[in-house]
């Protein structure tokens, strides 16, 4: 069992950064996939970015070259820099966690076997 804990929503001007972080309980921590959603007022939960074991990071397009997802292993953490945030980047962020050793990361909400409870972000215009 896996528990998540968000940390570092809040409300920031167009234009502005936060960093959001994931806290995981558990000793295999290295062993999982973590990823980032997230779900606006009305709309769908999607995939916002995810890094693999290893490292490597997938991003979908409407955060490419604004947010940087990391993880320290030591911490048991992941952690979402955002940039540049926008005010379509409003919503509900999620963290996500799948045992995973090997293989792409999914960026499929439905694949993820653990949540944490969210924490809100809201840019103002």
């Known amino acids: 069992q896996v528990q998540l804990v968000e940390s570092g929503g809040g409300l920031v001007q167009a234009g502005g950064s936060l960093r959001l972080s994931c806290a995981a309980s558990?000793?295999?921590?290295?062993?999982?996939?973590m990823g980032w959603f997230r779900q606006a007022p009305g709309e769908e939960r999607e995939f916002v970015a995810t890094?693999?074991?290893?490292?490597?990071?997938y991003y979908t397009d409407s955060v490419k070259g604004r947010f940087t997802i990391s993880r320290d292993n030591a911490k048991n953490t992941v952690y979402l820099q955002m940039n540049s945030l926008k005010p379509e980047d409003t919503a509900v962020y999620y963290c996500a966690a799948k045992y995973q050793t090997i293989g792409v990361p999914s960026t499929r909400d439905y694949r993820y076997d653990y949540w944490g409870q969210g924490t809100q972000v809201t840019v103002s215009s």
């Open positions: 890094i693999s074991t290893r490292s490597s990071t």
């Open positions: 558990g000793r295999t921590f290295s062993s999982y996939v």
